[in-house]
């Protein structure tokens, strides 16, 4: 596909919101030749974030857990406790694994988001194989997924 761009939106990315996520399938030259490159459309607002994700919590993030794969590359994940649930079927003290979904094509990538020491709030989705994002709970995208708590 050298030279050939396909643009369009990853089935279940959002919900109905507005589109989140744009594919680009490019010549993104690298040591595996060419890879997924991934465009992440900013939400306006926290209530959009909301309505798009399917869970929504405050939570402590404990300590890394590994990694998987998504969108070409591999996500960081991380053991999280729930601390109070804002949207979708979770119980304060349920631990989640959540990737940190990816920015993706881009040499010097953002710190993960997930990477820290303070009490956080996660908009996160399901992953889905299909697409790319892999199996599990995922931040919403690598910008809008996780916000001081």
Not at 21 to 30: E, I, S, Y
Not at 67 to 88: F, H, I, N, S
Not at 118 to 127: E, F, M, S
């Amino acid at each position: 596909m050298s030279g050939h761009v396909r643009a369009g939106r990853r089935r279940g990315a959002l919900r109905a919101a507005p589109v989140a996520l744009v594919l680009v399938v490019a010549a993104c030259t690298g040591p595996a030749g060419a890879q997924t490159c991934v465009d992440w459309v900013p939400y306006p607002d926290e209530a959009a974030r909301t309505q798009a994700a399917a869970l929504v919590v405050d939570a402590t993030v404990h300590e890394r857990a590994g990694t998987r794969p998504m969108l070409g590359t591999q996500a960081a994940v991380w053991e999280v406790e729930v601390v109070a649930v804002v949207a979708g079927d979770a119980a304060p003290g349920d631990r989640l694994h959540v990737a940190a979904t990816p920015v993706t094509c881009t040499p010097d990538p953002p710190p993960d988001p997930l990477d820290v020491d303070h009490p956080v709030r996660l908009w996160l989705d399901r992953g889905d194989p299909a697409d790319g994002t892999g199996e599990g709970w995922r931040l919403l995208t690598p910008y809008d997924g996780v916000r001081p708590g």
